[in-house]
């Protein structure tokens, strides 16, 4: 009989190897480098990525990720084929404008729309009444289409770092309409940038729609300024709260560096004049800005000159002059951060702690950082970093990073060879009781990214949920069929420890064992005499089983 008490063993054995020294479990998977690198670099080694890289190479593999672009065409099919359930009631808004009820699978249209097509979702004005869960449907589309990007997209290290930028630079999609309505725009700016210059990325991020509702620049206007953006611009986007000074200089002649020009962290004095540098960088959205003078209706990034501060400013010591160009303030605040030695050693370490370790070794850090610097103009500086960091023989350290929520999740879809169209997005409603909100997360520091987070009693329980409904058809979230590659010569016992060598190949021969005794059924009989129901049910535990194993849970 199959209990939670034996996945809850399963799950505190992975948790105990991820102490050090690391237990044999785990060290022997380093032994495998190709399975190491799939499990840090993409959603999970599935048996497809492992022949891939078994074939180039890993170098070439490496090099090969980075030249694939962002979208493959079986990928464009996969999306242009899903559909996504929208399901309202009958309604009326205050100005009378009603609506009936709809409950129909919709493609997912707004991925490639043009924010002009869009803006008319973000309109409350008269004649424009429509049900809630329209106007946020473009974000809701994403939120699809992101489990089927990182389970089926043969760009995987793109996505993982669209992941990870998401993360670094984030926009809760739910936070209102404005947010929502341009988030497929913002997310493809991400993903098409990801292994691009930084200071375009920066700048992209400045001016989508969505930072700027999200973060309330859209709005800023000369004094007072919203410090929101510029707050988060330095403290989560660049230097990094670790620079944040305030605690140790009054003045800002004191902070090292400043009467020079290039002051080595921020004082809130910089966050005010960082802000008034954005006043003005708003939004097409056709709002009142002056007397018989509108916004354009483009969905786009608007610049309000009548808005901007145009009086001299002083940002980490360097001096701004008055009545500048349209723009030049900030433009030239993300000149400055963008080429700022604490940028480069707080963005290497963010990295490093996403692909390797939580506390990764400073000489790399080090090592990422000059290279960051170096090729601060190269239209590639992200790959030229990045690749510093997994050809270092650092990175052939053993797996200590736990996979967070999705990540588990789509590793689990990807060695089952499950399809996700999720036309309800059951998995989403899921993965919030671990912790994880896909393109909804309150707070713009993004999901935290160590194993403390994500060890807590809540999120562990939930992974042993994932790991046991996930592939389950009833619970709606992915389609696999596991007795469909049934072999008729095949043992039950091959038959399980099959599938579970799809995640964790060391201990699949012990898990099939243990499951052809806790299902009834003899190990050496043809795995064909058994029901397809039986089949099912046996192989999806194989898996579970698998996934909380040290193996797979840790990357």
Not at 196 to 203: A, E, V
Not at 214 to 219: I, K, P, R, V, W
């Amino acid at each position: 009989m199959i209990t939670r008490r034996m996945f809850h063993t399963r799950l505190l054995a992975a948790l105990a190897a991820t102490s050090l020294p690391l237990g044999p479990a785990a060290q022997a998977a380093v032994a495998d480098l190709d399975r190491l690198w799939l499990n840090r670099l993409t959603f999970g080694a599935s048996p497809v990525a492992l022949a891939e890289i078994a074939t180039l190479g890993r170098a070439n593999w490496l090099e090969w990720q980075f030249g694939l672009p962002s979208t493959d065409a079986p990928l464009v099919t996969r999306l242009g084929a899903a559909r996504l359930r929208i399901y309202y009631e009958a309604g009326e808004d205050e100005d009378g404008n009603s609506w009936p009820a709809l409950d129909e699978l919709r493609p997912l249209s707004s991925l490639l729309a043009g924010p002009d097509s869009l803006m008319r979702l973000a309109d409350w004005g008269p004649g424009k009444g429509m049900d809630y869960s329209e106007r946020v449907r473009p974000a809701q589309e994403v939120i699809a289409a992101s489990l089927i990007r990182a389970t089926h997209g043969q760009a995987q290290l793109r996505e993982m770092m669209t992941q990870f930028w998401h993360d670094h630079f984030n926009v809760n999609s739910a936070k209102d309409e404005t947010t929502a309505v341009y988030f497929a725009g913002f997310d493809g700016a991400l993903r098409t940038r990801a292994f691009g210059n930084f200071r375009d990325l920066l700048g992209v991020v400045a001016r989508s729609p969505s930072m700027l509702y999200y973060l309330n620049n859209a709005d800023s206007i000369a004094s007072p300024a919203n410090e929101n953006y510029a707050r988060e611009l330095l403290e989560l986007h660049t230097l990094g709260a670790g620079n944040y000074l305030n605690d140790r200089y009054s003045d800002w002649k004191d902070v090292p560096g400043a009467l020079q020009g290039q002051a080595e962290g921020f004082l809130d004095l910089d966050v005010y004049e960082v802000a008034r540098a954005f006043t003005g960088w708003s939004v097409g959205d056709g709002r009142w800005l002056d007397e018989g003078v509108d916004a354009p209706r483009t969905g786009r990034f608007n610049y309000v000159d009548r808005w901007h501060d145009p009086y001299q400013k002083r940002i980490l010591g360097a001096e701004f002059p008055p009545n500048r160009g349209p723009m030049e303030d900030g433009d030239d605040v993300l000149d400055m951060l963008a080429a700022h030695p604490g940028t480069a050693r707080f963005l290497c370490t963010k990295l490093a702690r996403r692909f390797l370790a939580d506390d990764p070794p400073p000489t790399l850090v080090e090592r990422m950082a000059a290279e960051f610097l170096a090729a601060a103009a190269a239209p590639d500086q992200i790959a030229r970093t990045l690749r510093v960091l997994v050809l270092s023989h650092e990175f052939e350290a053993p797996a200590s990073k736990i996979r967070r929520p999705f990540e588990f999740l789509a590793g689990l879809c990807r060695a089952a060879g499950a399809e996700i169209d999720s036309p309800e997005l059951a998995w989403n409603w899921e993965l919030p009781k671990a912790g994880w909100r896909q393109h909804e997360f309150g707070p713009p520091t993004g999901h935290p990214d160590r194993l403390d987070a994500w060890t807590g009693a809540s999120s562990l329980n939930r992974l042993v949920e994932l790991a046991l409904y996930a592939l389950d058809p009833g619970a709606g979230m992915v389609k696999v069929d596991l007795a469909a590659s049934l072999n008729p010569a095949e043992s039950t016992k091959a038959f399980l420890a099959r599938h579970a060598a799809t995640l964790a190949p060391d201990a699949a021969e012990g898990i099939a064992a243990e499951l052809a005794l806790a299902f009834e059924l003899d190990p050496g009989s043809p795995a064909g005499d058994h029901g397809a129901d039986v089949l099912r049910d046996a192989g999806a535990t194989a898996i579970a089983f698998a996934a909380l194993t040290p193996e797979f849970l840790l990357r």
